[in-house]
């Protein structure tokens, strides 16, 4: 977009979602200049989405919008930190240009409400291409307490929160591959479309887990990403995967119960939280977050590490099962 059309979506559409950000200068300025709170460091992360490959032509722009910052807040949440403000740069295609603009907008007004974040800037520009929507988001969590993927220790208890695979049901439902029962369409739609950033538990994963990362590419391949950061093997049981009744709907009608669990605990889009710590704090854990609201179940368990380069061996039935594939790969 060029001339004072850009200007003036900035001015009337994008600067309205910087205020309550005294550093972003109502978007008037070349960038932000933000500082954390007292005593703690920020955590900042960048997620890229394209239309056609991480979210269907023709979506909802507000939805779009979205699920690009909450894939942002998802990861802050892995971190331990609290989310506080988000930079998005995005490529508007030539075509249908003015309705994405409106929505994008309108749905990143809704997220700002709901987390607690503002606009600190970005960049806005055209092309004849797909649309893109590339998000940095800045969270705060006291100074040495972020928590990384590679804290995991031997001993430790492999967990996740709230259930897995909705997302790629709802993704295959949305292609035609699957025709979920009516019952089922709504939840499995929004699972993929509107995924719920484990925000709320930011503080307990900082007091808790030695480890962490969020389901983006898969749940084995992002239990894998820790064992390989932490270089220790994942035991991981797929027999103990949370699933929804949507899920176990779709389970109940595949041939092969081991390789559809595999297939589940691979698609990615879940957003939810998988976590490393002692056996002896996974009660406390679990009854904290239940508090809040969301659900925690144990998936196996850190064997051993150091010398090790990492690696996850995964068990159905109490027997060990090679994945054809672990989660979704940009290239």
């Known amino acids: 977009m060029s001339g004072s059309g850009e200007f003036d979506y900035i001015r009337t559409r994008l ?22 709170p007292e005593g703690c460091d920020w955590a900042v992360t960048a997620d890229t989405l394209i239309e056609g490959r991480h979210f269907p032509h023709n979506e909802d722009p507000a939805l779009a919008a979205r699920k690009a910052l909450r894939a942002n807040l998802s990861d802050l949440a892995a971190m331990g930190a609290d989310p506080h403000a988000y930079m998005a740069c995005v490529v508007w295609p030539d075509t249908g240009r003015e309705a994405r603009m409106s929505g994008f907008a309108d749905g990143l007004a809704l997220d700002q409400d709901i987390f607690g974040v503002h606009l600190a800037g970005g960049d806005t520009t055209s092309a004849p291409g797909p649309w893109m929507i590339s998000i940095t988001a800045f969270g705060s969590v006291p100074k040495g307490q972020a928590v990384r993927r590679s804290g995991a220790q031997p001993g430790d208890q492999l967990l996740v929160t ?20 009516k019952a089922d369409v709504e939840w499995l739609a929004q699972r993929f479309t509107l995924p719920e950033p484990r925000c709320a538990l930011s503080g307990l994963v900082r007091q808790y887990a030695h480890a962490a990362i969020d389901v983006s590419d898969g749940l084995l391949a992002d239990a894998r990403h820790i064992a390989e950061a932490s270089r220790c093997m994942l035991e991981l049981n797929l027999d103990a995967i949370p699933l929804s009744d949507p899920a176990r709907h779709w389970l109940t009608q595949q041939p092969d119960r081991s390789q559809a669990l595999l297939e589940l ?15 002896d704090t996974v009660t406390d854990f679990i009854t904290a977050a239940s508090r809040l609201g969301v659900a925690v179940t144990r998936l196996g368990e850190v064997t051993f590490g150091g010398d090790s380069d990492g690696g996850l061996i995964v068990q159905v039935d109490g027997e060990p099962i090679t994945p054809s594939s672990f989660g979704f790969t940009h290239f």
Not at 163 to 175: P, T
Not at 270 to 278: H, I, K, R
Request: glycine share 16%.
């Open 15 to 36: 600067a309205p979602l910087s205020l309550g950000l005294p550093g972003a200068a109502a978007l008037t300025d070349d960038g932000a200049v933000l500082t954390p």
């Open 162 to 181: 709230g259930a897995i695979g909705d997302a790629g049901l709802g993704l295959k439902a949305r292609q035609g591959i699957y025709a979920p029962p």
């Open 265 to 279: 605990a691979s698609s990615g889009d879940d957003y939810e939280l998988v976590l490393t710590m002692s056996a």
